[in-house]
């Protein structure tokens, strides 16, 4: 061994991100096991079994000095000949040896075969495989739920999608894919890391362009009122690459959440759209009163009345009314309208064809539902006031 080695350990080191310390600290158990190898002990039976002699390997990063001793402990009467020496012997070396002190017996490198060295290699290749593994997944556990910008490594030949984010690798499966999207090796791209998990093979990173959250991310980043809370998404419901719904409400009765969402000439819903691969996306009023949340969900249709359902144990249903000329429209392309609303809204939509509704009855009905949602918020106020009333 000797000083260059040392210093092309620590090279090593730099180019994969890990502590020199670390990286000596494995070079040093692999020559351990190797050597225990080379003596006919398995490494199960060495850690789980306690079996083979007490090796210690001591690498000196200063002057590349490799020391390797064999540990005995000192006794009356051996049992274990790996591990003990009888105390006759052990005064052969050392006189003023006592029975439980531990003896250093260092081990002649030559004994150190090529086998062993390639073991140690071997060994050593897949410690420093652990650590690079032990590092990524610290580096990302924290940023589970967020979005990262990555560029395409490459796709196989199923489709999957692999994304470097500098220190590691994530995967895109195909159902976290834009499916109107295809990806090239070099491609930059924003993915929401959506899973970080350790396994056998090492750190699992999933990441996805078809999650709900990316859309989030990229509305708070193009619409300030979001990112400052004067706006808030209240639901989503996405078909990626094709369409989504947003329901958003103003905490600021002077800011109007839908405007501030388009933005100046659509300015700000284009750039969202842009970077979903041209995904249409429909900002809609979020309303507490279910049937008019219902109603706005279903637009650009005109709808009639709704009847609200709720079964016992079962989903939540709403029965809409609505024109034959709207029918259609309502359902949208092959379901995709009502779909979207649906999943906005959390209610089952069913349609139900009537006489035509003009713009004036759509209106009423609008107004109608305003009010019952205005009636139920002031007498749940009045029961609130009422508790204070009572106690007086």
């Known amino acids: 061994m000797n000083k260059d080695f040392v210093d092309a350990l620590q090279q090593v080191a730099i180019e994969r991100g890990v502590s020199a310390e670390e990286l000596i600290s494995n070079f040093e158990e692999a020559l351990r096991l190797s050597?225990?190898?080379?003596?006919?002990?398995?490494?199960?039976?060495?850690?789980?079994?306690?079996?083979?002699?007490?090796?210690?390997?001591?690498?000196?990063?200063?002057?590349?000095?490799?020391?390797?001793?064999?540990?005995?402990?000192?006794?009356?009467?051996?049992?274990?000949?790996?591990?003990?020496?009888?105390l006759e012997i052990a005064q052969k070396y050392d006189p003023d040896v006592a029975v439980g002190e531990e003896m250093e017996f260092p081990v002649d490198p030559e004994e150190f075969s090529r086998i062993a060295v390639q073991i140690a290699k071997q060994v050593l290749t897949?410690?420093?495989?652990?650590?690079e593994r032990t590092r990524v997944h610290n580096e990302y556990k924290d940023k589970e739920g967020e979005v990262v910008t990555g560029s395409v490594a490459r796709v196989d030949n199923r489709g999957n999608v692999?994304?470097?984010?500098?220190?590691?690798?994530?995967?895109?499966?195909?159902?976290e894919q834009i499916?109107?999207?295809?990806?090239?090796?070099?491609?930059?791209?924003?993915?929401?890391?959506?899973?970080?998990?350790?396994?056998?093979?090492?750190?699992?990173?999933?990441?996805?362009?078809?999650?709900?959250?990316?859309?989030?991310?990229?509305?708070?980043?193009?619409?300030?009122?979001?990112?400052?809370?004067?706006?808030?998404?209240?639901?989503?419901?996405?078909?990626?690459?094709?369409?989504?719904?947003?329901?958003?409400?103003?905490?600021?009765?002077?800011?109007?959440?839908?405007?501030?969402?388009?933005?100046?000439?659509?300015?700000?819903?284009?750039?969202?759209?842009?970077?979903?691969?041209?995904?249409?996306?429909?900002?809609?009023?979020?309303?507490?009163?279910?049937?008019?949340?219902?109603?706005?969900a279903l637009s650009?249709?005109?709808?009639?009345?709704?009847?609200?359902?709720?079964?016992?144990?079962?989903?939540?249903r709403a029965q809409v009314v609505v024109n034959k000329d709207q029918h259609s429209l309502a359902i949208g392309k092959a379901g995709q309208n009502v779909r979207l609303a649906s999943r906005l809204t959390g209610y089952e939509i069913d349609f139900e064809e009537a006489e035509e509704i003009t713009d004036l009855d759509a209106a009423m009905l609008r107004a109608a539902e305003r009010e019952e949602g205005a009636r139920a918020s002031e007498e749940t106020r009045s029961r609130f006031e009422s508790l204070f009333k009572d106690g007086e």
């Open 179 to 296: 499916p109107t999207e295809r990806y090239h090796p070099g491609q930059r791209v924003k993915v929401y890391l959506k899973q970080v998990q350790r396994s056998s093979k090492g750190p699992s990173l999933v990441v996805s362009r078809a999650a709900e959250e990316l859309l989030r991310y990229l509305l708070r980043q193009e619409v300030p009122e979001i990112a400052e809370g004067i706006v808030e998404v209240k639901a989503v419901a996405r078909e990626p690459g094709s369409r989504s719904k947003v329901a958003v409400m103003s905490h600021n009765p002077n800011v109007d959440p839908i405007g501030a969402c388009i933005g100046h000439k659509g300015q700000r819903i284009q750039a969202v759209s842009a970077e979903l691969g041209r995904e249409r996306v429909d900002i809609i009023q979020w309303s507490p009163n279910p049937k008019e949340f219902i109603r706005n």
């Open 162 to 175: 692999y994304v470097e984010l500098g220190r590691g690798e994530a995967l895109m499966p195909q159902k």
């Open 35 to 86: 050597y225990l190898r080379q003596k006919g002990f398995r490494q199960k039976e060495v850690e789980e079994e306690n079996k083979g002699p007490l090796i210690e390997v001591h690498l000196d990063p200063q002057e590349g000095v490799l020391e390797v001793l064999e540990i005995k402990k000192v006794v009356e009467a051996v049992q274990d000949p790996d591990k003990e020496i009888a």
């Open 126 to 131: 897949q410690r420093l495989k652990e650590a």
């Open 300 to 316: 650009p249709a005109t709808v009639g009345e709704i009847t609200l359902e709720t079964p016992e144990g079962g989903k939540n």
